[in-house]
């Protein structure tokens, strides 16, 4: 379950909600290293809604590296690569969720130039959810505020990590926006590279040559 994610019912692919929550371990030639791919992806239905989507160790937003405009909806968003990666993944049938958290990284290979492992570690997984509101619907301006509330087999509150409370309200919010197309719940958009400006050469910086060139 750490490396595959939440087990998803058929029916999601009839009602036309994608899920695609596998990490890929890639290779980045230029920069001779090794890096995770995953994917945001999913949406909802009236009656069912899955998401899956991607944040920093530390819970804050990642950019994501490829956005990804198709003509289909509930599908994949975005890609987003990143040496480490925390994936959050929410199943909804009406207002009952299950929520899973877990937390990928790169182990080095004992052997010098090997490829590393990925290793795959659950943080928090909710059974059974219950957020009595229709997010879908006439609760839509709540959307990204909210979280279900899980308990314990034996009834008592379990309580969600507070470091990924705002991951996971975007990630149920995913998972109530139906026909989910142009736009992510959890990667941001990349800021744009500023280039800085060139500086003028003074007469000191000119050769020679060159003034004499322009005399």
């Known amino acids: ?3 595959k994610g939440l087990l998803l019912p058929h029916k999601l692919e009839k009602v036309g909600i994608r899920v695609e929550a596998t990490i890929s371990i890639e ?4 920069a001779g290293r090794y890096v995770l791919r995953g994917k945001e992806c999913g949406g909802a239905t009236s009656e069912l ?7 920093a160790e530390d819970g804050s937003p990642l950019p994501w590296t490829q956005k990804i405009d198709t003509i289909g909806v509930n599908g994949v968003h975005a890609v987003v690569i990143s040496p480490a990666l925390v994936r959050a993944e929410v199943l909804r049938v009406e207002h009952t969720y299950d929520l899973l958290i877990t937390r990928h990284s790169l182990e080095a290979a004992k052997e010098k130039g090997k490829k590393p492992r990925l290793v795959n570690e659950v943080v928090f997984q909710g059974r ?4 009595p509101l229709e997010l879908w619907g006439r609760d839509k301006q709540l959307r990204g505020s909210v979280c279900p509330a899980f308990m314990t087999r034996s009834g008592e509150p379990f309580i969600l990590p507070e470091t990924f409370e705002e991951a996971v309200r975007s990630t149920v919010a995913g998972a109530c926006c139906i026909g989910c197309r142009r736009h992510t719940h959890l990667l941001t958009q990349p800021r744009p590279r ?3 400006a060139p500086v003028a050469a003074t007469t000191e910086e000119v050769s020679p040559s060159a ?3 322009l005399s």
């Open 211 to 213: 003034i004499a060139a």
């Open 128 to 131: 059974l959810g219950q957020l």
């Open 27 to 30: 290779h980045q030639q230029l």
């Open 1 to 3: 379950m750490a490396l």
């Open 194 to 196: 500023v280039e800085p």
């Open 49 to 55: 809604g899955a998401y899956c989507g991607f944040v």
